[in-house]
């Protein structure tokens, strides 16, 4: 289970609507395996800057995401009951079905966020087996932080603080940080 993403080539460029329709597509894929597993469900995504939501930084990402799901699932011993990665051109998802309170598993996957550098990136959206989506808010946990400096993210990227490149850079750096034993 959680098999990474292979590697990929080729990097298509995004239009809004494109964004909009995979989001509409996402969240008719997690109602369904709500409906079909009726269990807490972890819907998984890579918040990335640009117009390319696909390439191989991304999937790194995603698969260090995959990893660090996996060793939560494994130490809180969570039953998994399904799991399916999508590598789409607007970025890749994944969607697992477990057997486990979706209030705990919403703060362990927030903990993992907390203790990768890349977890910033990562969004974990939890539903229980009704529906309900558990955000970061609900338990007053503070607004996410920008790649480059202290301000809230969501401020930084509406005022566009910062280039394009520079952010790239940022999450190379952060992506590819020699782990240490």
């Not at 990893?67 to 699932?73: D, G, P």
């Not at 705990?104 to 539903?127: H, T």
């Not at 808010?137 to 990227?157: G, H, M, Y």
Request: aromatic content about 8%; hydrophobic content about 40%.
């Amino acid at each position: 289970m959680f098999y990474p993403l292979p590697d990929t080539q080729e990097q298509f460029e995004i239009s809004l609507p494109d964004l909009l329709a995979s989001r509409d597509a996402r969240q008719a894929r997690q109602q369904e395996w709500i409906g079909l597993h009726q269990v807490t469900l972890i819907s998984f995504t890579v918040v990335f800057p640009g117009p390319v939501k696909d390439s191989q930084l991304v999937r790194d990402i995603f698969n260090q995401g995959l990893n660090a799901l996996k060793q939560v699932a494994s130490c809180r011993q969570w039953v998994l009951l399904s799991q399916q990665s999508f590598p789409l051109v607007t970025g890749p998802e994944c969607l697992v079905a477990v057997e486990a309170d979706a209030i705990e598993v919403k703060k362990a996957l927030m903990d993992a966020e907390e203790l990768s550098p890349v977890g910033r990136l990562w969004d974990f959206d939890v539903f229980d087996k009704n529906g309900v989506l558990y955000s970061r808010s609900q338990f007053n946990l503070p607004t996410r932080r920008c790649l480059i400096c202290d301000n809230e993210a969501k401020v930084c990227a509406r005022q566009r603080s910062h280039s394009l490149d520079e952010i790239l850079h940022r999450i190379k750096e952060l992506a590819y940080v020699p782990a240490t034993h």
